[in-house]
């Protein structure tokens, strides 16, 4: 498949190397051509692996991911072009961390908006899916990195989208019962919201490769049955 | 242990039921004399159990939890009375949830502030820990109805406060290793800003009776030696 990776960081990097290996051919793209990061990760990642503007990796891909930082992924969006973006799915790994006050990070927007709704409603005609950004981007691909049967969440507008992306986490190694389809976009809000509590747990715990499980009680009937 | 208990609503009558089951002497305060769920609670609660304004329970209680709703704990606090709750742990359980718009409700307070902060600026003399606002209120006092190592969070300005509510918390049934203990009472912002991610997973489960577990990555020694 071909995939548009938006962004040089870390997270984009982790993610397009991965799709790399998994033999996909991967674009990535920035904001001004000549991007140092985007150059040495094109020259390292190995066939299949090219990089451009943010336009260029929007038009390259099938399927775009969003691994902007969450305060620029507007921005960016609009450089890559909503005809470039039009029909496809954007996976929106971004989280509207703003560090402009030190830490703790607080969001740019929460509570009644998100920064995956502010893109829906940017780009209508992409089909805009929330994954992955409740995970470090190591954490991210290669789910193994962490033991036990913990989860990431999917929520979006367009339900054959959410299934194209539960199949790329799948790639990824997240198996579909480990993903959790949380409901329209607006469920973005939550997703996002937890970040300031995934930074205290890093603080507590001291790595940022952690991840949460879901445990629900057993079914009131076995309840009873037991 | 005297043990007040601010609120008459289902968190409120959860943890005074449990408290009294456990053997403590428990005062539910209400914001007006003659509530009738305080006064039923406190007929059917048994030996132990009594019930009075705010201000009888804050007095009553060596220890008081806040069980209000969210958006009338300030005014529920005031009424309580500072004098009532000077030194005293006071466990802040409360969710500052507006459900005025419908669901899904939004906070009141978020982001670069909390209700658990509120709460300890407009009482500096009481011993603030935010805690058990990250579950059902069934789960909070009975955790083995979901199976598995999930866990809540304490937080707050004062060890000793925390130490102590991890001590109850061990009454009702969270060993002291499921009891994250996230720093100080800024920490809140993230337990609370968790609940719209809660509200979400609810809506998915279908069950308000689930919790999170932490997962983290084994020692990076203990990954080269594996």
């Given amino acids: 498949m071909k995939i548009g990776i938006l962004g040089t960081g870390m997270v984009g990097r982790a993610i397009a190397s991965k799709l790399v290996e998994l033999g996909h051919e991967v674009c990535m793209g920035s904001r001004a051509a000549g991007n140092e990061s985007a150059l040495a990760w094109a020259a390292q990642a190995g066939e299949g692996a090219s990089e451009g503007v943010f336009a260029d990796a929007a038009g390259f891909g099938e399927v775009v991911f969003n691994c902007t930082a969450g305060l620029g992924s507007l921005d960016a969006l609009a450089a890559a072009g909503e005809a470039n973006l039009a029909g496809k799915v954007l996976i929106d790994v971004a989280n509207p961390l ?29 089909r805009v899916v929330k994954a992955l950004n409740t995970v470090n981007c190591e954490v991210m691909v290669e789910p193994a990195r962490v033991p036990g049967e913990h989860v990431v969440f999917v929520c979006g507008n367009d339900s054959e989208a959410k299934d194209e992306v539960t199949r790329l986490l799948g790639e990824f190694g997240w198996p579909a019962e480990r993903v959790l389809d949380l409901g329209d976009v607006t469920a973005a809000r939550g997703t996002e919201m937890y970040l300031p509590l995934w930074v205290n747990i890093m603080g507590q715990l001291g790595t940022p490769h952690f991840n949460i499980e879901v445990a629900r009680e057993v079914d009131s009937v076995d309840r009873q049955g037991a």
């Avoid at 995956?116 to 005609?125: S, V, Y």
């Fill in 98 to 126: 703003d560090f402009s006050q030190g830490m703790p990070p607080s969001l740019s927007v929460c509570n009644t908006d998100s920064l995956g709704e502010k893109i829906q409603r940017a780009i209508p005609a992409a």
